[in-house]
């Protein structure tokens, strides 16, 4: 007896035969083939890579090591001036604020606000101890506030000041929102 149905080969058969040899090839060749030469710098995202696939050999030295490290001790410290110095006419800096701190290794951050009443260039400086940071900027007729922002890091071997202070080349000039941000990174003192 005969079964009823088709025992020849179609060209659809053949084309969806080939079509899959030729997808499963592909997928093997690629993983096979690709490596990180082939990959472009930082297109490699979180979601690309399989959960706890990475191991520590594939990060940086030293990265999983912290734990082992002398715990870091820090602590904050600010000075803040709402309003002032106002009307100041162009010439030598004036300083704005100041912070004392006790001995250590700061890094440091310093904020101002500038208007003037001309057309003006304004200089600002943030100084601690021998280094001094400096900024520039542009002040408007019109009285607008433009913000100075400054930073550095130093380390006190004695108490020490840190300063704040700017001036102008034409107009009289105000300060506002002034502050000194100290943030003290020392050793764990056991």
Same mark, same amino acid.
Not at 30 to 57: E, F, H, P, W
């Given at each position: 007896?005969?079964?009823?149905?088709?025992?020849?080969?179609? *060209?659809?058969?053949?084309? #969806? /035969?080939?079509?899959? *040899?030729?997808?499963?090839?592909?997928?093997? @060749?690629?993983? &096979?083939?690709?490596?990180?030469?082939?990959?472009?710098?930082? /297109?490699?995202?979180?979601?690309?890579?399989?959960? $706890?696939?990475?191991?520590?050999?594939?990060?940086?030295?030293? &990265?999983?090591?912290?734990?082992?490290? %002398?715990? !870091?001790?820090?602590? =904050?410290? +600010?000075?803040? $001036?709402?309003?002032?110095? /106002?009307? #100041?006419?162009?010439?030598? @800096?004036?300083?704005?604020?100041?912070?004392?701190?006790?001995?250590?290794? @700061?890094?440091? *951050?310093?904020?101002?606000?500038?208007?003037?009443? =001309?057309?003006?260039?304004? $200089?600002?400086? &943030?100084?601690?101890?021998? $280094? #001094? +940071?400096?900024? =520039?900027?542009?002040?408007?007729?019109?009285?607008?506030?433009?913000?100075?922002? !400054?930073?550095?890091?130093? %380390?006190?071997?004695?108490?020490?000041?840190? %300063?704040?202070?700017?001036? /102008?080349?034409?107009?009289?000039?105000?300060? %506002?929102?002034?502050?000194?941000?100290? #943030?003290?990174?020392?050793? +764990?003192?056991?």
């Amino acid at each position: 007896m005969r079964l009823k149905g088709r025992s020849a080969l179609s *060209f659809t058969n053949v084309l #969806v /035969t080939i079509a899959l *040899f030729a997808a499963l090839a592909g997928t093997s @060749y690629a993983a &096979l083939r690709v490596t990180g030469k082939n990959i472009k710098n930082n /297109t490699v995202k979180s979601a690309d890579i399989k959960n $706890r696939s990475l191991k520590k050999k594939d990060f940086g030295r030293g &990265l999983f090591e912290s734990a082992k490290a %002398t715990p !870091l001790s820090s602590a =904050a410290f +600010e000075a803040d $001036r709402d309003s002032g110095p /106002t009307g #100041v006419a162009p010439g030598d @800096y004036v300083t704005i604020a100041t912070l004392n701190v006790q001995p250590g290794a @700061y890094a440091i *951050f310093a904020k101002t606000d500038l208007s003037s009443d =001309a057309l003006d260039a304004s $200089r600002c400086q &943030l100084q601690a101890g021998s $280094r #001094v +940071e400096q900024s =520039a900027r542009g002040l408007r007729v019109n009285g607008t506030q433009e913000a100075q922002n !400054l930073q550095l890091a130093q %380390t006190f071997a004695g108490p020490g000041a840190i %300063t704040i202070s700017c001036k /102008t080349s034409d107009g009289h000039w105000t300060a %506002t929102d002034t502050k000194i941000l100290a #943030v003290k990174v020392d050793s +764990e003192q056991g």
